[in-house]
């Protein structure tokens, strides 16, 4: 059971705009910067979202990210076929003194 | 470009060993902390270990701790991940990252190396 908790999947339409969730707690999103990854089947982890908000070089502006208290959101709008994949939150949990990650969520784009 | 190639992974027997590395190029590789995370068959991304920059600092999962063991030698622009008493939960793709900091996010990861443990 991870840390972190993401919804185990979520499916939209091409063009819709979707939000993933992750929860944490007051040791870890509460305290720390949160990142977003994005795995495409059959390959490792990207960055996307950095410092809860930040978009490193060459990630869309459709992909954006925010964070509120002990929970953080990823949000893509205009959603392309290419961005089926798998979505995982991450950050520092200070009681465990270790990395973090959710779940994962799995997106579907019907 | 920044490129990070893991490479040691293989078919271990359990309660034998495996040292992982992780080439670094295409940056100032003694200035970055660097991490490793596994995922195992069909499942999500798990934290294994973090280093500083300078080795000072080292930090481990709780799964791995006292059996898994990070270094980086900076002269040759590499870390390992030193595998010992290896389990078959220890069954994964193994990704180095590279991080601006020990707590902060992970901007590079390699292609992963695979590590089966099984008897």
């Known amino acids: 059971q991870s840390v972190l908790t993401q919804p185990p999947s979520v499916s939209a339409a091409p063009g819709q705009k979707v939000t993933l969730s992750c929860s944490g707690s007051s040791s870890n ?52 076929t290419g961005d089926e994949a798998d979505y995982y939150c991450a950050t520092w949990d200070a009681s465990l003194s270790g990395g973090v990650f959710g779940g994962g969520t799995k997106l579907t784009v019907l | ?82 595998m010992n008493s290896l389990r078959a939960e220890d069954t994964a793709v193994y990704y180095c990252a590279k991080a601006p900091a020990i707590a902060h996010y992970m901007d590079v990861w390699g292609k992963g190396t695979t590590v089966t443990v099984s008897s």
């Open chain 1, 29 to 80: 999103i509460g305290k720390n910067y949160v990142s977003w990854y994005q795995q495409l089947p059959g390959s490792a982890p990207k960055l996307l979202i950095y410092d809860n908000s930040k978009r490193p070089p060459g990630i869309p502006a459709r992909f954006s990210g925010s964070k509120s208290g002990t929970s953080a959101t990823l949000a893509i709008t205009g959603l392309q």
């Open chain 2, 1 to 82: 470009q920044v490129q990070l190639v893991e490479s040691g992974g293989g078919v271990v027997q359990p309660g034998r060993s495996l040292r992982l590395s992780c080439a670094a190029s295409g940056f100032t590789f003694r200035s970055y902390g660097m991490h490793w995370v596994r995922q195992a068959p069909g499942k999500g991304l798990e934290w294994v270990a973090v280093i500083s920059y300078d080795g000072s600092s080292k930090y481990y999962a709780d799964s791995v701790k006292g059996r898994l063991t990070i270094s980086r030698d900076n002269s040759k622009n590499t870390l390992y991940l030193q």
